[in-house]
Every structure is written in structure tokens, then in C-alpha cells.
């Protein structure tokens, strides 16, 4: 029993035993099982932490490998067509290009254009007051159909020869056309637009109907606007990638040429350039002048490096243009008498020899014209006529004999320079003549009726503010002759201190009265045939008191018939060529067209001239051709849907930048900060682009025609589709609203599509009308067709 009894305890001893030895084991399997838990977690996340630093690697790598210049390792080209711009880009093609070459007529400013294009051919100077970019580039091509230039421009309907390649002459315009319908596309996506909106914006310019008219003949707008949005596009994109990546440089280098290319088309571009700046000052202001990651060092190098690659570019270019243009225009020409007689003696023909085969220093015995130096071209003159014993409102004159400022070439604009001291005019030695300096006094007799140019106290005919100038007639009463004059060479620092023919620039400035000679540009009345007068004034240096030798010979007689007869058989024109600098020539050039004076006479007299405030509703269009067989003709008119719904979405937008701003003063937010800045966006690029290219035409004093609108309305119309996918953002929570929203879409596209094609007709001109389907297009009074009289 006792054995029995220890039997069990052993045994429920070994039981314990046993399970504390399990339980023991499992405890240790169980640490186990965490330790290797615990390695494999560990091991896990080493692993996820090695891929994650070898994408890193990686990643950090491909962005070395993509800023490394290395175009052999890295070179790769990537290339999106959007079907869109495509299918936009070939309708503007196939409306542009149709006919190109109808009608075989001189349409409008083809006129002048044309022209132009013409004397490039034949390498003969003309002067524009527009810069010479888009005569080049139809010039350029123009020369590749092997176009000769004799076709003369003379008159509007004037029909082209069979060898005028026409379809050439209107290939550029016609491109230019073209390109602005998918780069428009472009610049509304870059403004952040939706595909849609930017499909409706080049849609709605496809269907403009001026634009179409302008870019199918020999004009400059559609080169202008294209280059303009090109610029503006590789702008925002600059903007975009500022500080982000090294492409952004190479945008703001394709900006500046775009831009500048646009300026010399037509100065124009200028404020596409102010748009611009506008654009990059602003963002730097707003978005990386407070960036506290940058270094003032780093923003400062980033802004004199940007700032130099624009002016040095932008430079460069415009003044390749302009010497491209003085190289090839090396032959004088109809328009060289508005350069002064140094640019006219460097081309080849009609004044160019001037300076060849004449003496170079002026002298006593000197027989000169005088040239007026700066703005309108005109000789000092002098006649037998003397000026009325009482002018018109009754003040009384000196009654000496006229001088004038004559623009034509006449044997009465000879002068001879004489010493006061001496009495005789023939010059004894001219080998070593007595050559008149800077400060010396002298006397001007004219050389046909031998009296000396004088000057006293009494007022100009035109201008009594200033005083007359006569040649001296002794009268026998108390007026003495004062006919002593001082010579001051202003450009003495490059010619010197003697008075040189051609070259020197003179202010002769009268001893009694400190006045200076000065052309007035003022014309006498019928007393005076119509002349411009020519006065002394108090101010001395101004551009209408410098004059230039242009002929000069020395005396050889003294007998004063013997004088007339050699003055009279002067040559007048000279055949050949002498030097000039280009940059002399191109400096000249630039002051010619910046302060060259359009002629205000006829400001506002063309019949079809308008108003900047007749335009944002198209008041009044322009006739440019009408048939000569029917009444179909060509007439300056827009699609007036898009012209008034441009119009009224301008005002909207402004009604609603002002409610929104009034609102947030509320602490009220209509839109959240990403719609807010969309909107404000579009109004930074195209209203202020919208203002910059229209407002300044109110202060412009010169003939003004609906064609100057067209780069105002192109930002009109872009913002018309933008505003309209902001109402689109409105109502697009809303069903009804949306359905009637998209619905009115609908019927408004339908009428843009309706009106571009009934005024087709007016864009193309190869439709014949009668005057009964005339008259049904003319929507408004103030529309003026041309009509052949039954």
C-alpha cells in the first residue's frame, strides 16, 4: 500500500516534472518564435528601407542625368500632337490659303506693302515709319518665286501682270494667318484653361472675319499678332518653370526673339513687350521674391542674368533687322530726300557722289545750299518776291525780299559765303582756300540776286512770336542792314572745327539778336507760294535750327553774270557713290522714324477712318477693293457676334472682379483659392493685354483705321472664352442652370458659324453681288458699302 502510495507521487512528481519542462520549452519556443519574429520585422524593413534609398538614389540620379548637358548620353526627344490644334491648325490653313492668289488686284495697304517688297528687289532705299521685319519676310519669299519688283504699285485695283507671283507675295501673311489659331489653342492651356475653352477661343478667332481678310493679302497685322502670341505663350511658360528647371531659360530666350520680332514688324509690339514684363515682374514679386529658400545672392544673379539674355537677344535682333535692311537697299531712291545729305551721298545713284568731285571745306567764295538737317527735307531759298507791306491781320512787315525753306531743287537755294571784311567772292587759291571755322562770323549772299540773308526786329509772317527773316533790300530809310552771322559747328567733336560740306552740322545764329535760323514748319500763304517759312528763334539748339552744306563749289568769277550763269548750269544731282557707316546710317535711320512728324493736315479725312471709340462695336468698317465688273469687293468687317459678345464678356468680367473683391472685403469667398487665382490670372494676361494694346490709341493723332483694333480684340476674344468657362464653373452643380447654360452655348456657336459665313463674301471678294445682296449685309447705317451706279 505505502509502495502504491509512493508509485503515484513519483509518478504525478514526474507529470510535474514533465509540464514544467513543456511549459519551459513552449516559453523558450515561444521567445524564440518572437526573436525571430522581431528579425524578420527588423530584416522587412531594412529591406523596405534599402528600396526606398535606391528609388531615392535612383530618382535623385535621372534628376542629375536630366540638368547634365550631355546630349550624346541623354538625349532624347519627346514629341505630343494634340489632334485638336491639328484639326484647328488645317481649317485655318484651308480658309487662309483659299484663292490665295483672287483677286489679281492691288487690295488696299498692298499698296504700300507691296510697294516696299518691290524696291527690296531692286535693292532701292524707301523710307517706313514701321520697322522692316514683315516686308523682309515677304520680300524672302518673294525672292525664292523669282520675283523681279517691276511691277508697279500704283494705285488700289491696279490689276498684277501674269509674272507677279502672288501666291508668294501673300504666302507669309497667309502662314502667319494660320499659325495664330493653334498657338491661341496653346496660350489658353497655359493660362490653365480646359481643353474645351481653349478649342472655343481659337474657334472663335477662325471665325473672325476681319482676321481671316487681313491675313490673305500683303499686310502686317497677322505677322504682328502672331508673333505677339507666340512670345506671350513661351512667357507663361517661363513663368511656369521659374526657378524650377533650367527650361525655363530657354522659354524666356524663345520670348525675347518672338517678342522682338514683334516690335519689328511694327512698333506695336513694343506693348506686347510692356504686357510682358508686367507678367515676369509680378510673378517674381509674388512668388519668389519672399521665397526665404533663396539666397538674396541667388536672386539677385538670377534677375541681372535674366535681364541681360533679354536686352542682349532683343538687341541683337532688332538691329540685324535693320542693317540686313541698309545693307540691301544700297541704291538712292525715291524716299533718299529725307535722309540727310551725308545718308544720301553713301547710295548708289541720284544725289550719291555728292561729297565725290566737290571741295570738302567751306570757304569764303563758297557757293552752298543749305540743307535743312533734321525732319522735313528743304533747301534755303530766296526770290526776287518781298513780303506784303501788311499781312492778313493787318501788322505791318519789313517789305524785304523772302526767304523761305523750299523742298524742291532750284537754282534760287544757292548761297555764297563771304567774310565780312572782304569784298570780293571768287576764291584765288583752292588748293588752300580761307575755310570758315567753328565761331567765325560771316555773311550768306544769294547767289542770284546777290542780297545778304539779314534778320531784324520785326515778326515772322506766320509765326510773330519769332522774328523775320529777309535778304537785306536798302531802302534808304532807318533800318540798317544786320546781316552778320556766326557759325557753330555742333558736331565739331567728330569732324572738326572746320565747316565741312556734307558732314558738319551748323546752327548759324544771328549777331544782333542771339536768334538762331530756324525752319518753322509753317507754310506762308499764296504771297509766298505756299513755301515753308524760315524765322530766327531765342532757342538755340533744337533739331529745326541745324542745317548741312549739300552742293558746294567754289567761285570763280567776280562778275555777277558770269556768277548766274555757272549757278544755273550747276549740276543739281550727282551720279555716284561715296561712304557711310552703317552704324551712322542706322542711327540716322532710327531718328528719321522716331521723330519723323506725319503729316496732321489729313488726320481723320479718310472717308473710312475711325474713332478708338467706334471700335469695340464695330462702328465702321473699311472698303479695300471693289470689282470692276460687279459689286463684289473686299471690305474690312468682323463676325459682329464675336465683336459684341467680346464686348459684353469684357464688362461682365469686370462686374464680377468687382463683386468678388467687395465680397472677400465681407470676409465672403465666392470661389476657393485655386478658382480665385485662375480668375485673376486671366485678367493679368488678357484684360491687361487688352488694355495695353487699345487705350493708348486714344492719345494717338494720326488717321486711324479698324485694322489698328485687331491685336486688342484678339485678347478680347480670348477673354471672352475664359470668362465663359468661369459661368461654366458656376453652374456646373446645378442642372437647370447647366442645360440652359449649354444650351445658349450651342445657339451662340451656331451664330458665330452663321455670320462668318454670310459675310464671307466681303473677306474673299471672288463672289459677284448685285447691290440688292449688298445692301441685305449691311446690318448697321454706319456699315458704308461701295456700289457701282446702276
Given at each position: 500500500?505505502?509502495?502504491?502510495?509512493?508509485?503515484?507521487?513519483?509518478?504525478?512528481?514526474?507529470?510535474?516534472?514533465?509540464?514544467?519542462?513543456?511549459?519551459?520549452?513552449?516559453?523558450?519556443?515561444?521567445?524564440?518564435?518572437?526573436?525571430?519574429?522581431?528579425?524578420?520585422?527588423?530584416?522587412?524593413?531594412?529591406?523596405?528601407?534599402?528600396?526606398?534609398?535606391?528609388?531615392?538614389?535612383?530618382?535623385?540620379?535621372?534628376?542629375?542625368?536630366?540638368?547634365?548637358?550631355?546630349?550624346?548620353?541623354?538625349?532624347?526627344?519627346?514629341?505630343?500632337?494634340?489632334?485638336?490644334?491639328?484639326?484647328?491648325?488645317?481649317?485655318?490653313?484651308?480658309?487662309?490659303?483659299?484663292?490665295?492668289?483672287?483677286?489679281?488686284?492691288?487690295?488696299?495697304?498692298?499698296?504700300?506693302?507691296?510697294?516696299?517688297?518691290?524696291?527690296?528687289?531692286?535693292?532701292?532705299?524707301?523710307?517706313?515709319?514701321?520697322?522692316?521685319?514683315?516686308?523682309?519676310?515677304?520680300?524672302?519669299?518673294?525672292?525664292?518665286?523669282?520675283?523681279?519688283?517691276?511691277?508697279?504699285?500704283?494705285?488700289?485695283?491696279?490689276?498684277?501682270?501674269?509674272?507677279?507671283?502672288?501666291?508668294?507675295?501673300?504666302?507669309?501673311?497667309?502662314?502667319?494667318?494660320?499659325?495664330?489659331?493653334?498657338?491661341?489653342?496653346?496660350?489658353?492651356?497655359?493660362?490653365?484653361?480646359?481643353?474645351?475653352?481653349?478649342?472655343?477661343?481659337?474657334?472663335?478667332?477662325?471665325?473672325?472675319?476681319?482676321?481671316?481678310?487681313?491675313?490673305?493679302?500683303?499686310?502686317?497685322?497677322?505677322?504682328?499678332?502672331?508673333?505677339?502670341?507666340?512670345?506671350?505663350?513661351?512667357?507663361?511658360?517661363?513663368?511656369?518653370?521659374?526657378?524650377?528647371?533650367?527650361?525655363?531659360?530657354?522659354?524666356?530666350?524663345?520670348?525675347?526673339?518672338?517678342?522682338?520680332?514683334?516690335?519689328?514688324?511694327?512698333?506695336?509690339?513694343?506693348?506686347?513687350?510692356?504686357?510682358?514684363?508686367?507678367?515676369?515682374?509680378?510673378?517674381?514679386?509674388?512668388?519668389?521674391?519672399?521665397?526665404?529658400?533663396?539666397?538674396?545672392?541667388?536672386?539677385?544673379?538670377?534677375?541681372?542674368?535674366?535681364?541681360?539674355?533679354?536686352?542682349?537677344?532683343?538687341?541683337?535682333?532688332?538691329?540685324?533687322?535693320?542693317?540686313?535692311?541698309?545693307?540691301?537697299?544700297?541704291?538712292?531712291?525715291?524716299?533718299?530726300?529725307?535722309?540727310?545729305?551725308?545718308?544720301?551721298?553713301?547710295?548708289?545713284?541720284?544725289?550719291?557722289?555728292?561729297?565725290?568731285?566737290?571741295?570738302?571745306?567751306?570757304?569764303?567764295?563758297?557757293?552752298?545750299?543749305?540743307?535743312?538737317?533734321?525732319?522735313?527735307?528743304?533747301?534755303?531759298?530766296?526770290?526776287t518776291h518781298v513780303y506784303p507791306i501788311k499781312y492778313a491781320d493787318k501788322r505791318g512787315s519789313s517789305h524785304q525780299q523772302q526767304v523761305t525753306c523750299y523742298t524742291f531743287k532750284d537754282v534760287n537755294n544757292w548761297w555764297?559765303?563771304?567774310?565780312?571784311?572782304?569784298?570780293?567772292?571768287?576764291?584765288?587759291?583752292?588748293?588752300?582756300?580761307?575755310?570758315?571755322?567753328?565761331?567765325?562770323?560771316?555773311?550768306?549772299?544769294?547767289?542770284?540776286?546777290?542780297?545778304?540773308?539779314?534778320?531784324?526786329?520785326?515778326?515772322?509772317?506766320?509765326?510773330?512770336?519769332?522774328?523775320?527773316?529777309?535778304?537785306?533790300?536798302?531802302?534808304?530809310?532807318?533800318?540798317?542792314?544786320?546781316?552778320?552771322?556766326?557759325?557753330?559747328?555742333?558736331?565739331?567733336?567728330?569732324?572738326?572745327?572746320?565747316?565741312?560740306?556734307?558732314?558738319?552740322?551748323?546752327?548759324?545764329?544771328?549777331?544782333?539778336?542771339?536768334?538762331?535760323?530756324?525752319?518753322?514748319?509753317?507754310?506762308?500763304?499764296?504771297?509766298?507760294?505756299?513755301?515753308?517759312?524760315?524765322?530766327?528763334?531765342?532757342?538755340?539748339?533744337?533739331?529745326?535750327?541745324?542745317?548741312?552744306?549739300?552742293?558746294?563749289?567754289?567761285?570763280?568769277?567776280?562778275?555777277?553774270?558770269?556768277?548766274?550763269?555757272?549757278?544755273?548750269?550747276?549740276?543739281?544731282?550727282?551720279?555716284?557713290?561715296?561712304?557711310?557707316?552703317?552704324?551712322?546710317?542706322?542711327?540716322?535711320?532710327?531718328?528719321?522714324?522716331?521723330?519723323?512728324?506725319?503729316?496732321?493736315?489729313?488726320?481723320?479725312?479718310?472717308?473710312?477712318?475711325?474713332?478708338?471709340?467706334?471700335?469695340?462695336?464695330?462702328?465702321?468698317?473699311?472698303?479695300?477693293?471693289?470689282?470692276?465688273?460687279?459689286?463684289?469687293?473686299?471690305?474690312?468687317?468682323?463676325?459682329?457676334?464675336?465683336?459684341?459678345?467680346?464686348?459684353?464678356?469684357?464688362l461682365l468680367y469686370l462686374s464680377f472682379f468687382a463683386f468678388y473683391l467687395l465680397r472677400q472685403r465681407r470676409q465672403i469667398y465666392d470661389l476657393s483659392l485655386d478658382e480665385w487665382e485662375q480668375f485673376k490670372t486671366i485678367?493679368?494676361?488678357?484684360?491687361?493685354?487688352?488694355?495695353?494694346?487699345?487705350?493708348?490709341?486714344?492719345?494717338?493723332?494720326?488717321?486711324?483705321?479698324?485694322?489698328?483694333?485687331?491685336?486688342?480684340?484678339?485678347?478680347?476674344?480670348?477673354?471672352?472664352?475664359?470668362f465663359l468657362q468661369h459661368l461654366a464653373n458656376i453652374v456646373k452643380t446645378k442642372l437647370i442652370p447647366r442645360f440652359i447654360f449649354h444650351l445658349s452655348l450651342c445657339i451662340w456657336i451656331l451664330s458665330v458659324m452663321y455670320?462668318?459665313?454670310?459675310?464671307?463674301?466681303?473677306?474673299?471678294?471672288?463672289?459677284?453681288?448685285?447691290?440688292?445682296?449688298?445692301?441685305?449685309?449691311?446690318?448697321?447705317?454706319?456699315?458704308?458699302?461701295?456700289?457701282?451706279?446702276?
Amino acid at each position: 500500500m505505502e509502495k502504491q502510495t509512493d508509485d503515484r507521487s513519483v509518478k504525478s512528481k514526474n507529470k510535474k516534472q514533465t509540464r514544467k519542462k513543456n511549459k519551459a520549452d513552449s516559453t523558450e519556443n515561444q521567445d524564440l518564435n518572437v526573436k525571430h519574429l522581431e528579425c524578420d520585422v527588423k530584416n522587412h524593413k531594412t529591406n523596405e528601407q534599402k528600396v526606398i534609398n535606391e528609388q531615392k538614389l535612383n530618382n535623385e540620379q535621372k534628376l542629375i542625368d536630366d540638368q547634365k548637358p550631355d546630349i550624346f548620353n541623354n538625349f532624347k526627344i519627346s514629341i505630343e500632337i494634340n489632334i485638336l490644334a491639328v484639326i484647328l491648325f488645317l481649317s485655318a490653313l484651308s480658309s487662309r490659303f483659299f484663292k490665295l492668289d483672287q483677286p489679281r488686284n492691288v487690295v488696299f495697304d498692298e499698296l504700300h506693302h507691296g510697294k516696299y517688297v518691290s524696291l527690296y528687289m531692286k535693292r532701292t532705299f524707301f523710307f517706313d515709319t514701321h520697322p522692316p521685319l514683315g516686308k523682309q519676310l515677304i520680300a524672302a519669299v518673294a525672292y525664292l518665286y523669282n520675283y523681279n519688283g517691276q511691277f508697279k504699285f500704283e494705285r488700289i485695283g491696279s490689276e498684277f501682270s501674269d509674272d507677279v507671283p502672288l501666291f508668294g507675295l501673300r504666302f507669309v501673311p497667309a502662314l502667319c494667318g494660320s499659325l495664330i489659331i493653334p498657338v491661341a489653342y496653346q496660350l489658353m492651356l497655359e493660362l490653365g484653361c480646359r481643353h474645351w475653352c481653349a478649342a472655343l477661343a481659337a474657334f472663335l478667332l477662325l471665325c473672325e472675319n476681319t482676321l481671316l481678310t487681313q491675313s490673305r493679302f500683303i499686310l502686317m497685322e497677322s505677322i504682328l499678332i502672331f508673333f505677339t502670341l507666340c512670345g506671350l505663350l513661351f512667357v507663361l511658360k517661363y513663368k511656369r518653370l521659374n526657378m524650377k528647371s533650367p527650361w525655363a531659360l530657354t522659354y524666356l530666350i524663345i520670348a525675347s526673339v518672338c517678342l522682338t520680332m514683334a516690335t519689328c514688324v511694327k512698333y506695336v509690339g513694343l506693348l506686347s513687350w510692356l504686357l510682358s514684363l508686367w507678367i515676369i515682374c509680378r510673378d517674381f514679386w509674388v512668388n519668389h521674391l519672399g521665397d526665404k529658400r533663396l539666397s538674396d545672392f541667388t536672386i539677385f544673379l538670377c534677375v541681372i542674368l535674366r535681364c541681360i539674355i533679354t536686352f542682349l537677344i532683343s538687341i541683337a535682333i532688332y538691329f540685324s533687322v535693320f542693317f540686313i535692311h541698309l545693307i540691301i537697299l544700297n541704291k538712292a531712291g525715291p524716299h533718299d530726300s529725307v535722309m540727310t545729305s551725308a545718308f544720301q551721298a553713301s547710295l548708289e545713284g541720284g544725289l550719291a557722289s555728292i561729297t565725290k568731285g566737290q571741295p570738302l571745306h567751306v570757304s569764303h567764295g563758297s557757293q552752298i545750299t543749305l540743307r535743312h538737317t533734321h525732319g522735313r527735307t528743304c533747301w534755303l531759298h530766296s526770290h526776287t518776291h518781298v513780303y506784303p507791306i501788311k499781312y492778313a491781320d493787318k501788322r505791318g512787315s519789313s517789305h524785304q525780299q523772302q526767304v523761305t525753306c523750299y523742298t524742291f531743287k532750284d537754282v534760287n537755294n544757292w548761297w555764297i559765303v563771304k567774310r565780312p571784311e572782304r569784298n570780293t567772292l571768287a576764291v584765288e587759291n583752292t588748293k588752300d582756300p580761307d575755310g570758315i571755322k567753328h565761331g567765325d562770323i560771316i555773311q550768306l549772299v544769294h547767289g542770284m540776286t546777290s542780297r545778304a540773308l539779314n534778320s531784324h526786329d520785326v515778326a515772322a509772317p506766320v509765326s510773330p512770336q519769332n522774328q523775320e527773316v529777309s535778304c537785306y533790300i536798302d531802302y534808304n530809310v532807318s533800318m540798317p542792314a544786320q546781316n552778320l552771322w556766326k557759325v557753330e559747328i555742333i558736331n565739331r567733336d567728330q569732324f572738326g572745327d572746320v565747316w565741312q560740306a556734307i558732314n558738319s552740322q551748323v546752327i548759324l545764329t544771328h549777331l544782333n539778336s542771339t536768334q538762331a535760323l530756324k525752319f518753322s514748319g509753317r507754310q506762308l500763304p499764296d504771297w509766298g507760294f505756299n513755301q515753308h517759312e524760315v524765322v530766327t528763334d531765342k532757342i538755340i539748339f533744337q533739331d529745326d535750327t541745324v542745317w548741312n552744306v549739300e552742293e558746294h563749289r567754289y567761285t570763280k568769277s567776280e562778275n555777277e553774270k558770269e556768277r548766274e550763269r555757272e549757278l544755273v548750269a550747276a549740276e543739281m544731282i550727282p551720279s555716284k557713290g561715296t561712304k557711310l557707316g552703317l552704324w551712322e546710317r542706322f542711327w540716322e535711320l532710327q531718328y528719321k522714324i522716331i521723330f519723323s512728324s506725319p503729316n496732321t493736315q489729313n488726320v481723320h479725312s479718310h472717308m473710312y477712318s475711325s474713332e478708338p471709340l467706334d471700335w469695340p462695336l464695330m462702328v465702321r468698317g473699311v472698303a479695300y477693293w471693289l470689282s470692276e465688273h460687279d459689286n463684289g469687293q473686299i471690305h474690312l468687317l468682323g463676325n459682329i457676334i464675336v465683336w459684341y459678345s467680346s464686348t459684353l464678356c469684357l464688362l461682365l468680367y469686370l462686374s464680377f472682379f468687382a463683386f468678388y473683391l467687395l465680397r472677400q472685403r465681407r470676409q465672403i469667398y465666392d470661389l476657393s483659392l485655386d478658382e480665385w487665382e485662375q480668375f485673376k490670372t486671366i485678367g493679368e494676361v488678357l484684360l491687361v493685354g487688352y488694355g495695353l494694346h487699345y487705350i493708348p490709341y486714344f492719345f494717338i493723332d494720326r488717321t486711324l483705321f479698324l485694322h489698328h483694333y485687331l491685336p486688342a480684340l484678339v485678347f478680347k476674344i480670348l477673354l471672352c472664352a475664359a470668362f465663359l468657362q468661369h459661368l461654366a464653373n458656376i453652374v456646373k452643380t446645378k442642372l437647370i442652370p447647366r442645360f440652359i447654360f449649354h444650351l445658349s452655348l450651342c445657339i451662340w456657336i451656331l451664330s458665330v458659324m452663321y455670320v462668318f459665313k454670310k459675310f464671307i463674301v466681303f473677306s474673299y471678294g471672288t463672289t459677284p453681288l448685285t447691290s440688292k445682296e449688298v445692301f441685305k449685309l449691311r446690318w448697321k447705317d454706319t456699315w458704308d458699302f461701295i456700289i457701282h451706279k446702276p
